[in-house]
T-cell receptor, first 111, second 109 residues
Framework: NAGVTQTPKFQVLKTGQSMTLQCAQD?????MSWYRQDPGMGLRLIHY???????DQGEVPNGYNVSRSTTEDFPLRLLSAAPSQTSVYFC??????????FGPGTRLTVL | TQLLEQSPQFLSIQEGENLTVYCNSS?????LQWYRQEPGEGPVLLVT?????EVKKLKRLTFQFGDARKDSSLHITAAQPGDTGLYLC?????????FGDGTTLTVKP
């Protein structure tokens, strides 16, 4: 099993550009989440999904959209990138338990 | 909003020393988890504690969940350079996890 995979690993955007961060898991987990991690801070929840077709907002959802058309994939879309969105983004998945499995992260810089 | 405060934020010690990291909240959690994160990687689960007063041991690491399920501690005995990393606590309620800001531990040989 590959676990949770994320692409790209690094990305540089200009202010106003849009892009999609990809996340996939091969563990048949129902629950998937997106977090951002800023220096000196823990992980803050952006959006999450409890199953295909069901998504909800987390703590910091503004400027981000998600969709969950399949169990495996949970892409995160930045509609119009801003410097405040410079961060490291982690995708995570879990089954019905509480242990989350994290991907390796996407390091995003917005100029 | 449920907040988790971790202390200390940074900790630099010599190999062989003992240390304790604290995770405190005013909220009650149904369970609490400790993760360890290395540079350039995602967090990896170390332990989940569920019952108030529960103590779990993982080799040289001892985790305790407070009686009221609002706080937790991580104690490392005889720290080694391989313990270096970012330690994160996460409280779990209603399908979502709230993370603390983390404790960056450096163990010098």
């Amino acid at each position: 099993n590959a676990g949770v995979t994320q692409t790209p690993k690094f990305q540089v955007l200009k202010t106003g550009q849009s892009m999609t961060l990809q996340c996939a898991q091969d563990m048949n987990h129902e629950y998937m989440s997106w977090y951002r991690q800023d220096p000196g801070m823990g992980l803050r929840l952006i959006h999450y999904s409890v199953g295909a077709g069901i998504t909800d907002q987390g703590e910091v959802p503004n400027g981000y959209n998600v969709s969950r058309s399949t169990t495996e994939d949970f892409p995160l879309r930045l509609l119009s990138a801003a410097p405040s969105q410079t961060s490291v983004y982690f995708c995570a998945s879990r089954s019905s338990g509480t242990e989350q499995f994290f991907g390796p992260g996407t390091r995003l810089t917005v100029l | 909003t449920q907040l988790l405060e971790q202390s200390p934020q940074f900790l630099s010690i010599q190999e062989g020393e003992n240390l304790t990291v604290y995770c405190n909240s005013s909220s009650v959690f149904s369970s609490l988890q400790w993760y360890r994160q290395e540079p350039g990687e995602g967090p990896v689960l170390l332990v989940t504690v569920v019952t108030g007063g529960e103590v779990k041991k993982l080799k040289r690491l001892t985790f305790q969940f407070g009686d009221a399920r609002k706080d937790s501690s991580l104690h490392i005995t005889a720290a080694q350079p391989g313990d270096t990393g970012l330690y994160l606590c996460a409280g779990y309620n209603a399908g979502k996890s709230t993370f603390g800001d983390g404790t960056t531990l450096t163990v010098k040989p």
